[in-house]
């Protein structure tokens, strides 16, 4: 494991320590064999001044779940020393009493909550102390031998505690055993199936300490195991199981999940051991993760379906078994999957929540391979990970960032989306929780959205190879699609029927109808798979009051009318609903150019301004008008509505 201590970096913060600690907690971070999202915890004991010009001793403690690659000041909170190492010598304390006493001896109430690690800091007696989750350690430590190789490979060097609960119980555990114990004489810490403490009087060297640390075991992990088993996963894409996957995962957990399916040759190497069903249901890697993926993954064989139904009473059952007092159950998805012959599958409630699991998915197989190689993967009782699982402070890790919005989940797909309507759609959608993938032929598509849940793809809707594709492309990021915006469109120059262009007449047909067809056919299989299935025509106020001079357009958005209609029809037995909205005289959008306002005004003989207002409402309506529109149908409000169409267009008299 690589140092990255450096010594100019460093100087810079030399005479503040509350800085240094970012320093080196950032350093930690870093390295994500030894932490993961918001794993791990580090901190500085210095003494500040008080109101009243007094000396106090602080410990300034890592905030409660936040990253230690990113930390900032603000991320430490500072606690009485003195209330804290009082507290470890107290008999008894329960979690609210300790998060009470925490919070009260806090120098500024306005901190952030410390971490539940806060009383162990505070009696390890020196300046600076790390924590982290080391991934080696604790894969050494899951093991029939666990305790045996620990003590082979670090000897005297480390003080080695059994697994306990975190909080108070450890800290007092720790504060016992410690009680006639020279600290000068190790240089660490190592909790059993939990992680590896370090610490000194400087920085630099509780920071190589832990380097130095978790490298032992790497190095002995490299030397005594073999690399993880590796495969191919070409040719094994089933995208409409995946979908069907994640649709029973979303039911199951009664929301909508993102489902993130991993085929690199490590995830389909796991997925393809023989005996995976065995040693991936044994437990996670550390009972901090279990909060995250739940203590087991589901193992999908052929009924996918049946597994998930299966999980979910197993975790019910466990949850039966190891309950006490007045515990609820936690919903029972999974929240990872092993599917054999194609990798391994993380789901969340947003691209964050996919990433953690994602991530602590691939440091845990790689892990079980570990502990298979040197003598059998073993991790905690599973009545210990319950415990971790259902303990408030954790539980209040997770819904630290916790999501309401309507459309949280969802996955949506808008055309035209560079400008006007479509863009306004996709930005709303996205802001109401769902992850959007956005199609427009001008390539700054993929400049105006270029996040991971909000993305933009050049494509050319009439072109049904790029449309395959990019359909394809959403269901293997996210799992499926629930949500589908028909809006892409050009609006052709005016003319008459008896000048109508034949080119000008079949580009309308073949952009503003016919590509909307090939789309939706080619969606329909997954919005099968979809939660609360939705799909939104963009039509126009052409549809019910033509006007002279607009047949192309007009025809083809009346056609695109009677397809959404009929579609309602078709799809309502499958739960998918199919509305459409005839917006009128949004002249923020890239058909309406100051030329054509200016034309429309004088053919009516009325000014600009009274042209962009004429309507019984005397408002002017926006492309955000109609994405406040299109959110709603795509939500509860609209679940028992299909083959509407509405207006948007501050009431006209030719449409009432
Ligand atoms: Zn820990």
Not at 3 to 20: S, T
Not at 160 to 182: D, Q
Not at 401 to 428: F, H, P, Y
Not at 536 to 556: E, L, M, R, W
């Amino acid at each position: 494991m690589k140092n990255l201590w450096n010594d100019n970096e460093a100087k810079v913060f030399a005479c503040d320590p509350l800085q240094l600690r970012v320093y080196t907690s950032r350093l930690l971070g870093r390295e994500t064999r030894l932490v993961l999202h918001g794993g791990g915890n580090t901190s500085v004991k210095t003494s500040t001044t008080n109101l009243f010009g007094e000396s106090e001793e602080t410990l300034y403690i890592k905030e409660s779940g936040v990253d230690l690659s990113t930390i900032q000041a603000a991320g430490f909170a500072p606690v009485k020393l003195e209330t804290l190492t009082r507290m470890a010598s107290l008999d008894e304390l329960t979690d609210m009493d300790m998060i009470k006493a925490q919070r009260s001896a806090m120098i500024d109430p306005t901190a952030p909550i410390p971490s539940v690690e806060a009383i162990l800091h505070a009696i390890i007696p020196f300046k600076f102390v790390d924590h982290t989750h080391a991934d080696a350690v604790v894969t050494i430590a899951n093991n029939e031998r666990g305790e045996e190789l620990i003590r082979k490979i670090y000897k005297a060097s480390v003080l080695i505690i059994p697994y306990t609960m975190p909080g108070f119980i450890l800290a007092r555990k720790v504060s016992k055993i410690t009680r006639n114990m020279n600290w000068q004489k190790i240089e660490g810490m190592i909790l059993l199936n939990h992680g590896l403490f370090t610490f000194a009087d400087d920085a630099r060297t509780s920071y190589e300490r832990m380097i130095h640390l978790a490298s032992l075991a790497e190095d002995y992990l490299q030397k005594e195991g073999a690399p993880g088993s590796v495969a191919k996963a070409e040719d094994r894409e089933d995208l409409l199981k995946l979908a069907g996957i994640r649709h029973q995962i979303s039911v199951t957990k009664g929301d909508a999940m993102i489902a993130r399916l991993d085929k690199s040759t490590e995830a389909c190497g796991f997925a393809d051991l023989p005996d995976v069903k065995s040693i991936a249901a044994r437990g996670p890697m550390t009972p901090d993760h279990a909060i995250r993926t739940k203590p087991i993954p589901v193992i999908l064989k052929d009924d996918v379906e049946k597994d998930i139904i299966n999980y979910s009473s197993a975790y019910k059952k466990y949850f039966d078994r190891n309950t006490t007092g007045e515990l609820t159950c936690l919903d029972p998805a999974p929240r990872w999957g092993v599917w054999p012959q194609h990798g391994t599958l993380a789901f969340g409630r947003s691209i964050r929540g996919v990433n953690i699991v994602s991530d602590i998915v691939r440091h845990t197989i790689r892990a079980i391979q570990y502990g298979e190689t040197i003598g059998g993967w073993k991790p905690l009782p599973e009545k210990d990970i319950f415990d971790m699982e259902y303990w408030g402070p954790q539980q209040a890790k997770l819904h630290k960032n916790d999501v309401t919005s309507e459309l949280q989940g969802k996955i949506a797909l808008v055309t035209g989306a560079a400008s006007g309507i479509g863009r306004a759609c996709a930005e709303m959608l996205h802001k109401q929780g769902a992850v959007v993938t956005g199609l427009d032929l001008n390539p700054k598509i993929t400049r105006i959205f270029n996040q991971e849940d909000l993305t933009g793809l050049t494509c050319d809707v009439t072109n049904d190879k790029r449309v395959k594709e990019v359909v394809e492309s959403i269901i293997r990021r996210f799992g499926g699609l629930d949500i589908l915006v028909n809006n892409a469109g050009i609006f052709p120059p005016s003319l008459s029927i008896e000048d109508m262009d034949a080119k000008i007449w079949n580009l309308s047909m073949d952009i503003n109808l016919s590509s909307h067809q090939r789309l939706l056919k080619m969606c329909i299989p997954y919005l099968k798979q979809g939660i609360d299935s939705t799909v939104i025509f963009i039509a126009s106020k052409n549809v019910p009051a033509p006007g002279p001079g607009v047949s192309a357009y007009s025809v083809a958005k009346a056609g695109l009318t009677q397809l959404a209609r009929i579609a309602a029809m078709e799809l309502a037995s499958d739960g998918i609903r199919v509305n459409i909205v005839h917006p009128d005289a949004v002249f923020d959008t890239g058909i309406w150019t100051q030329e054509i306002i200016e034309e429309r005004a004088e053919r009516y003989n009325i000014t600009v301004e009274e042209y962009k207002t004429k309507n019984f409402l005397k408002t002017k309506i926006t492309s955000k008008d109609v994405a406040a529109l299109v959110c709603c149908m795509a939500g509860p409000a609209f679940a028992k509505t299909t083959g509407a169409q509405i207006p948007i267009d501050g009431g006209n008299e030719r449409v009432i």
